[in-house]
């Protein structure tokens, strides 16, 4: 029988590994350096959807809101921010998510390439792929400095279909993006891909969000696809 999937890109934060709270210290901190608020910067953008966005964005976003559109602040704000958000997840590290590595080792056996599509900088990304030992399970990868648009932008998902081998063909249709957010559902639905959602936070409206759904990636290897 013919693969329906042949090749898997799944998201980082909140799909294989929770870093959201060393993210939101670090924004604090990085604020505090400057005098600002950033949990008055959050509250003043209205609650916006911010799951699934690069962190330029966001904190471009958060400063807007604060009335500040200088682009030399968000350039150092990203320099602090980052510098602090690496050494809180090197000293605390970040929470694998249940099923993330059998879900990663299940696409390399079975499907063939797997690839990490991220709105995080290259250096998280390789930090959390040396920490879990990821690195044979995973192809390649795409970080937030590879595109010129974030999600929801279809931008990285396209670039991670450009590298893919093209001796073997594969179609938008046969990839599958494994997504925790709507940013990043509706990132891979303009690129044309298939879409398994696994929701960060319970309270989203999924229904027809996505190809399919599932609680948690302990659910990966039972899903029709494989």
Not at 88 to 115: D, H, P, R
Request: aromatic share 8%.
């Amino acid at each position: 029988m013919k693969k329906l999937i042949k090749a898997v890109f799944f998201d980082l934060d909140n799909t294989l590994v929770d870093g959201l709270k060393c993210h939101h210290i670090a924004n604090v901190e990085a604020f505090k350096v400057y005098g600002l608020d950033y949990e008055k910067a959050l509250m003043l953008t209205n609650n916006r959807d911010f799951f699934g966005m690069r962190m330029c964005d966001i904190l471009a976003a958060c400063l807007n809101a604060l009335g500040i559109t200088d682009t030399s602040m968000l350039s150092n704000l990203m320099i602090a921010r980052e510098r602090n958000f690496l050494r809180y997840a090197k000293e605390n590290g970040v929470i694998l998510l249940s099923g993330a590595e059998a879900a990663l080792k299940t696409v390399k056996e079975k499907v063939g390439i797997a690839a990490i599509v991220s709105s995080a900088t290259q250096e998280y990304i390789e930090f959390v792929l040396d920490r879990y030992r990821f690195h044979p399970y995973v192809d390649f990868i795409v970080d937030a400095s590879d595109v010129e648009n974030g999600k929801p932008a279809p931008d990285c998902y396209n670039k991670a279909y450009e590298m893919l081998p093209s001796e073997k063909k594969i179609t938008r249709g046969e990839c599958l993006v494994v997504e925790d957010a709507v940013n990043g559902v509706r990132a891979a639905e303009a690129a044309g891909m298939r879409v398994l959602l696994v929701p960060s936070r319970p309270e989203q409206d999924t229904e027809k969000l996505a190809d399919w759904t599932c609680g948690s990636l302990e659910e990966f290897t039972t899903l029709p696809f494989l």
